[in-house]
Structures are given as structure tokens and as C-alpha cells.
């Protein structure tokens, strides 16, 4: 969240230098963007379903980074700029993406057997599951 954070007080600036007829349209949309990953991420922390939450700002982060794309073919945002955008933005979606794969394996954990005597793996057998 941090890092996302930090994008969004380094892009704000560069955005607000876009030509008047694109603040309105593309600079917004960037903005938007940027604003709502940022609130997908507090939601997703203190949330006990987060993996829709982090589906939607993984959609978001690709969204940006198209509408930074276009911004950059339209020579509104330098190279150097741009590349810096889209390093930090890999980042942050690896992030989103690592979050996100964490929970879906949280989800995926199998079932315990509670309440029986633990036994040996001789015992066991191969379908049933215990705690360890």
C-alpha cells in the first residue's frame, strides 16, 4: 500500500501538467484509477473477503497502465517518466498479485480431522487428513 501511495503523490504532479483539454478526460481517469486501487487495498486489509477486492485492483493497475500508455504516445508524460510509472506499477501489481494468490491458497487449504487420537501414517491411511 505504501509504495502504491508513493506513486500516487509522484503521478498527481505530472498529471496536473497534461494539457488542458486532457485534464479533464485522461489525466481524471488516471486519477480515478490511481485512487480507487488505493481504496481497493485499505478495503482488502481490514476485510475478511479480500480476494474480490484484489481482483478489482489487479483490473484497475492494468487499466492505468494503458491510459499512462496512451499518455506517453501522446508526449504528455517523457520516457523517463513513463518508465518510471510502469516499473513501479509492475511492482505494486506483483504485490497485488502476491497478496492475492495468498489468499486463494488460505482458501484452499484443506480440511482437518478434529477430535480424533492422532495416528501413525501406518494407521492413517492415505485419505485422511490430520492437523500437525
Not at 481504496?39 to 475478511?48: K, N, R, V, W
Request: proline letters at 5%.
Amino acid at each position: 500500500m505504501e509504495k502504491h501511495y508513493r506513486l500516487i503523490l509522484w503521478t498527481l504532479p505530472k498529471i496536473a501538467n497534461f494539457p488542458k483539454d486532457q485534464r479533464f478526460l485522461l489525466a481524471d481517469r488516471i486519477e480515478t484509477l490511481l485512487l480507487d486501487v488505493l481504496l481497493l487495498l485499505i478495503e482488502a486489509t481490514y476485510s475478511a473477503e479480500k480476494r474480490e477486492m484484489l481482483k478489482n485492483a489487479n483490473l484497475k493497475v492494468e487499466q492505468m497502465r494503458f491510459m499512462m500508455r496512451i499518455a506517453k504516445d501522446m508526449e504528455y508524460v517523457n520516457i523517463k517518466g513513463y518508465d518510471f510509472f510502469c516499473v513501479s506499477l509492475l511492482e505494486i501489481g506483483r504485490m497485488i498479485g502476491g497478496w492475492r494468490k495468498s489468499e486463494e491458497d488460505k482458501q484452499n487449504q484443506s480440511p482437518c480431522v478434529h477430535g480424533y487420537k492422532e495416528r501413525s501414517p501406518k494407521e492413517r491411511g492415505p485419505d485422511v487428513v490430520t492437523c500437525p
